[in-house]
């Protein structure tokens, strides 16, 4: 009898195993939980800030990007947002202005790895 449980208990665990669904590369995320662009979308993500200002085509705006997709995901105002953006990407060798921030907060949003 405990032959019989543990073979239909293994046979379960197999059926689940072969019929569990495959995660798709878009729904999986990083283990920080933050989404992140893949190679592609980081040389648009870098381009389009480039058009910006030239002073954010560099490694760290993609991590900065991927904050302020963080704070849209999170639901807070978008007034916070633009304002938070603004403080991450001014700087440095780039000059973001409100109108700017309100660009890069836009670019997060419709760039398709910020879900």
Do not use: Y
Not at 24 to 29: G, S
């Amino acid at each position: 009898m405990r032959k019989n449980m543990l073979a239909a208990l293994l046979g379960l665990l197999t059926l689940a195993a072969c019929s569990a669904p495959e995660p798709q590369p878009e729904q999986v995320r990083p283990v920080s939980g933050i989404p992140s662009p893949d190679a592609g979308q980081t040389r648009e993500l870098l381009d389009a800030l480039r058009r910006i200002d030239p002073g954010l085509d560099h490694e760290r705006s993609i991590s900065r990007a991927r904050d302020t997709c963080q704070a849209l995901l999170s639901g807070q105002d978008r007034g916070k947002v633009v304002a938070a953006a603004r403080a991450r990407f001014d700087g440095g060798s780039a000059s973001v202005s409100v109108a700017d921030a309100r660009k890069i907060v836009k670019l997060v949003e419709s760039s398709g790895w910020c879900r």
